[in-house]
């Protein structure tokens, strides 16, 4: 296999989601809707008023053709005419507000899912959720969601209105005549076969369809996202084919999908043309030998129509149903997903945090790297105000101790301090709270400059934003902008500088004023002059914090209070834990000395 295929199978492969039936679809997601229960119900007592004018409207359609088109007693027609059309807008009326109650029934349920997912996607640390496709994530939140909308809500409005025309109409037909109505009924054994066997094939179809659909959102989202890379490499022909090839597999699974689908309601209108041809006959019969009207024959007929549109729309269901099923069971898996790092039983909050950090022997691993530990035996112990450099070659942990600092991983041994506390036992959120990451790649939204700088502190004032600014270097090109501080500055600072977009991000650490600071490879990525002009500001900031500079450059790395070097790692040695000796480096005070009080 070459190269580019194996690229190709990689991105098309998406886990399979645990199957889920309808029903349990239903009862998963109940609790969206619960919130507007009480309007579902309403648009239930709509629809059975409803259904029940459009029985008396067809009922007064007899009685005009019973009692004064065949006796020709034309002086009642304008009476009876006249309660039709009042029957008519009174059901034109019902059926607007009970469309719009269910449709805004359905749309407040896809806020609150939609909202609630996304919610529980921010739990997760960045580590864990990076681990799945963004694309496929993107495809679960909304074409998956919105198909669980018609199965909970919507869904459930067309099958209750489905089956209250449905009882209503029978009624009324054995009621006009029961020989006709048994006669009609004869194929209902045929339909629920039928939608038994096409409901669970169209669920497995659409499986595949929502898995695909994923697929190919994610080979879009990567390919569009690294198209830098791809016009660099002249690698524009192999995405296009990456994406068709991914594009293909869905519409063959589409295909599929649609002949099942199809086929389903083209054997019930046969079914239903052999039915109603045989209740026409039946009815021809009774008419001859007086036993029924030509009026109650008509109404029947009509009642047989009004009959199949709900039959129709629950066989219509049944593939729709299937799809939403779909869709549902990779909104759960997403619901699923748990988080590694977690609040202990009673947590307290870390509060007044003067900025000790100690380290003891601390080891950790990621758990999709099973027998690969990534720090092991690390110590030292940092006093509030103090700035230590942590340095070490690619692949030595340095970044993975950021990630502890401020608890997007736990560690696997050891402690890790604030303060004299373990970290483990404080709520995640209050250690955030206290420590500040700047993290290497420089990470701003699609919004204003003052926006980006106040996302710590979002009740920030203008004062103090511009303050922060001020010692970031940033205020002087954030005012050459075209709109100054409420400039938007595209995704990611598309609209800045590689040296202004750190800068913003510094700023925004400015705001934010904690007592703990993580710079993790500050000056990375950045050319000479960018790093010079952000250096005076990294200086400011570190002043009278307790930070850990994570660094390669080793001039950044001489005006930290003491250094710690991390060793490098043998990938082919990586699961056997070195011994603490060989772990722990000595921390290097700036003239080479172990500091005063080791923290070795």
């Given at each position: 296999m070459y190269a580019s295929d194996r690229l190709s199978v990689e991105t098309s492969s998406v886990a399979l989601a645990p199957v889920v039936t309808p029903a349990a679809a239903i009862r998963r997601f109940w609790p969206w809707v619960r919130p507007d229960a009480r309007w579902l119900l309403f648009a239930g007592f709509l629809l059975i008023i409803g259904t029940a004018g459009e029985v008396a409207?067809?009922?007064?359609?007899?009685?005009?053709?019973?009692?004064?088109?065949?006796?020709?007693?034309?002086?009642?027609?304008?009476?009876?005419?006249?309660?039709?059309?009042?029957?008519?807008l009174v059901a034109a009326l019902i059926a607007f507000a009970g469309g719009y109650t269910a449709t805004w029934v359905a749309e407040r349920f896809l806020q609150r899912l939609r909202t609630s997912v996304v919610a529980h996607l921010h739990t997760i640390p960045p580590d864990a959720l990076r681990a799945r496709r963004h694309g496929d994530v993107m495809a679960r939140l909304t074409s998956d969601i919105a198909a669980i909308e018609h199965l909970v809500?919507?869904?459930?409005?067309?099958?209750?209105?489905?089956?209250?025309?449905?009882?209503?109409?029978?009624?009324?037909?054995?009621?006009?005549?029961?020989?006709?109505?048994?006669?009609?009924?004869?194929?209902?054994?045929?339909?629920?076969?039928?939608?038994?066997?096409?409901?669970?094939?169209?669920?497995?179809?659409?499986?595949?369809?929502?898995?695909?659909?994923?697929?190919?959102?994610?080979?879009?989202?990567?390919?569009?996202?690294?198209?830098?890379?791809?016009?660099?490499?002249?690698?524009?022909?192999?995405e296009v084919a990456r994406v068709r090839r991914e594009g293909e597999e869905l519409v063959r699974a589409e295909l599929h999908t649609a002949r099942v689908a199809y086929l389903y309601p083209a054997l019930l209108n046969v079914v239903e043309v052999m039915g109603g041809l045989a209740v026409i006959g039946l009815g021809a019969y009774e008419l001859t030998r007086n036993a029924l009207t030509l009026g109650g024959l008509l109404a029947f007929a009509a009642f047989m129509a009004q009959l199949f549109g709900p039959i129709h729309q629950l066989s219509g269901l049944v593939t729709e149903l299937g799809a939403a099923s779909a869709g549902a069971e990779r909104v759960i898996e997403l619901l699923g997903m748990r988080s590694p790092v977690r609040d202990r039983p009673g947590a307290r909050d870390l509060t007044e945090v003067r900025g000790l950090v100690e380290c003891e022997d601390l080891g950790a691993a990621y758990p999709n790297r099973p027998g690969r530990t990534v720090l092991s035996g690390v110590t030292f112990a940092v006093a509030p105000g103090e700035v230590l450099a942590v340095m070490g070659p690619s692949g030595s942990g340095k970044s993975t101790l950021a990630k502890l600092m401020v608890r997007f991983m736990d560690p696997t041994a050891g402690t890790l301090r604030l303060d004299g506390t373990d970290i483990r036992d404080v709520t995640a959120a209050s250690v955030r709270q206290s420590v500040t990451l700047l993290s290497q790649q420089t990470q701003l939204f699609h919004a204003t400059v003052r926006d980006n700088i106040a996302y710590g502190r979002p009740k920030a004032t203008m004062a103090e934003i511009v303050q922060a600014a001020e010692q970031a270097d940033a205020h002087q090109f954030i005012t050459a902008l075209p709109d100054g501080y409420e400039t938007v500055i595209g995704e990611n600072g598309l609209q800045l500088s590689g040296g202004q977009s750190r800068r913003i991000a510094i700023a925004r650490a400015f705001l934010r004023a904690t007592p703990v600071l993580i710079l993790d490879e500050p000056t990375a990525g950045l050319d000479a002059r960018a790093a010079r002009n952000v250096f005076d500001p990294l200086r400011r900031l570190m002043a009278g914090r307790t930070t850990i500079l994570i660094t390669h450059d080793q001039a950044l790395a001489q005006h930290a209070d003491a250094v710690h070097v991390l060793p490098g790692r043998d990938t082919a040695t990586d699961a056997e834990d070195a011994s603490p000796e060989s772990t722990r480096s000595p921390v290097m005070s700036k003239a080479g000395a172990p500091p005063a009080g080791s923290r070795t």
């Open positions: 409207s067809v009922w007064l359609f007899k009685n005009l053709i019973d009692e004064v088109l065949a006796p020709r007693h034309f002086a009642a027609f304008w009476p009876l005419a006249g309660l039709i059309v009042g029957m008519a809500a919507s869904g459930v409005i067309e099958a209750a209105s489905a089956t209250i025309s449905l009882v209503f109409f029978t009624a009324a037909a054995f009621y006009l005549s029961w020989p006709l109505a048994l006669m009609a009924f004869a194929a209902a054994p045929v339909f629920a076969v039928a939608a038994r066997l096409f409901s669970n094939r169209i669920q497995t179809l659409s499986r595949e369809v929502r898995r695909r659909e994923g697929s190919l959102t994610a080979v879009v989202e990567e390919s569009l996202a690294n198209s830098s890379l791809t016009h660099a490499y002249n690698q524009q022909a192999r």
